[in-house]
């Protein structure tokens, strides 16, 4: 069985994003100015205490990225969905908020008593445990008012995703990009365009055009063209997206994380091969600070040169700051949305440099380990209900992307002041 700290570090990363904190009741810590307020996001205060503890989370759980950055910008997101729950009035009862802990207890192979123990040795309280589950059945609620009528799936919708994907066969499908940064001094006007562009391109030449005019993914020099990806490969949030499109159409604006990206397909091929879905991804991420610049572009040209596997980039990393050096293995859900898509584009041991981190200070060298490849057959190695599972990930899918585009509505409206 899977040690209990690796459980936790599993469990975390999947559910991190809605975590609020109890204060500390000694003397001593007021003393040292935790209570302080750090962060204000329009009227909610974000204190110094709660930021010392979401990054003791983080680097505890070593979860990816810098955890004082990621621990900033995760409480902001926590108090930007309390402000929208508040609002509709949503509060979970008492007897879902223990469910809902013994639920996400069982995601890491614990009971909640199991659970909340085995956080304590990190220092996190059981009340902590307890808000974190209220604030994530609210924002699902939510969620789940606003946006699950506009995510069901019609069954035309599941021929077609079980036609594309089916186990004795495959697909592969060509699609056209336009990625727009959401770094805070563009994110609003970014999103506002991508929603423009996304209404407004009828054709594979207007893609092309906003594809050079406004995109920052390396390929806007060809017009947002990618190449044949096969099916599988493509991040679920992308997949979900596309699959309903006709070749020429442009999908939604999609959340990417760091990006928001306006997809067109361009093709869809079946092939002989079967083509599974992807499960989860193993990569490397090493950072080069000063962006993406000539010097940063020939050091990793170096790296690949010198490094064939992400077990090679242990050498160099040992040099490194620990934060510059990063290996992690995910469910392919759970992937960041722009390395995820990278990620479709290569196979084991290559390389992408096309993104940037903490507003273009530092370029990403990102190596593709190995993919983890899902198989939709039973214990007794029967086909299981695959147009059930097909509708509810394709649901799964387009109600997260409405829920991620709207937090990222709610980031760009909100007046946020850090101290």
Same mark, same amino acid.
């Given at each position: ?29 007021? !003393? ?5 307020? =750090? ?54 009862? *008492? ?26 040795? &990190?220092?996190?309280?059981? *009340? ?12 699902? @609620? ?22 594309? !994907? ?26 506002? %365009? ?9 054709? @594979? ?23 044949? #990806? ?6 679920? !949030?992308?997949?979900? &997206? +596309? %699959?309903?499109?006709?070749?020429? *159409? ?9 990006? +928001? ?20 991804? *193993? ?18 040209? @170096? ?36 390395? =995820?898509?990278?990620?479709?584009? #290569?196979?084991?041991?290559? +390389? ?24 939709? $057959? ?25 829920? /991620?585009?709207? $937090?990222?509505?709610?980031?760009? /409206?909100? +007046?946020?002041?850090?101290?």
């Amino acid at each position: 069985m899977m040690p209990i700290h690796a459980r936790l570090t599993r469990f975390f990363a999947l559910t991190l994003a809605a975590l609020t904190f109890v204060a500390p009741s000694s003397a001593s810590a007021q !003393q040292q100015g935790l209570f302080q307020t =750090a962060i204000t996001v329009n009227d909610l205060v974000i204190t110094n205490y709660e930021l010392q503890q979401r990054e003791l989370f983080l680097n505890v759980l070593r979860a990816p990225g810098n955890p004082t950055i990621e621990a900033r910008k995760g409480l902001i997101d926590d108090r930007l969905r309390l402000m929208a729950t508040q609002r509709a009035g949503i509060t979970p009862a *008492e007897e879902q908020v223990l469910q809902g802990m013994e639920e996400f207890a069982v995601r890491a192979n614990l009971t909640a008593d199991e659970f909340i123990k085995a956080i304590g040795q &990190a220092g996190v309280a059981a *009340e902590t445990f307890r808000d974190f589950v209220a604030a994530g059945l609210a924002w699902r @609620e939510l969620v789940q008012g606003r946006f699950g009528a506009r995510s069901q799936v019609t069954e035309p919708e599941v021929d077609r995703a079980l036609a594309l !994907q089916g186990t004795s066969g495959g697909a592969r499908i060509l699609l056209a990009e336009i990625i727009l940064p959401l770094a805070p001094p563009v994110a609003a006007r970014n999103q506002a %365009l991508a929603q423009r562009l996304s209404e407004t391109i009828k054709s @594979e030449s207007a893609f092309g055009s906003a594809a050079r005019r406004y995109s920052a993914s390396p390929t806007r020099g060809r017009g947002g063209r990618l190449e044949w #990806l096969p099916l599988g490969n493509v991040p679920p !949030q992308i997949r979900a &997206a +596309v %699959l309903t499109l006709e070749p020429g *159409e442009t999908s939604p604006p999609l959340s990417l994380g760091n990006a +928001v990206g306006v997809f067109q397909l361009r093709g869809i091929e079946e092939i002989e091969a079967e083509t599974p879905n992807t499960q989860a991804l *193993e990569y490397v991420t090493v950072l080069f600070p000063g962006g993406r610049n000539s010097e940063t572009l020939t050091q990793a040209r @170096e790296f690949e040169s010198r490094y064939d596997t992400c077990d090679d980039l242990y050498t160099p990393a040992k040099d490194m700051p620990a934060e510059y050096f990063e290996r992690t293995v995910l469910p392919a859900a759970d992937v960041p949305g722009d390395i =995820a898509l990278e990620l479709a584009k #290569l196979d084991n041991n290559e +390389v992408s440099t096309a993104l940037t981190r903490q507003n273009g200070q530092f370029l990403v060298y990102l190596m593709l380990c190995g993919r983890t490849l899902d198989v939709p $057959l039973d214990e007794n190695g029967e086909a299981i209900d695959l147009r059930t599972q097909v509708r509810e990930r394709l649901f799964n899918q387009r109600i997260t992307s409405f829920a /991620d585009s709207y $937090l990222e509505e709610l980031r760009a /409206d909100a +007046v946020i002041v850090e101290q």
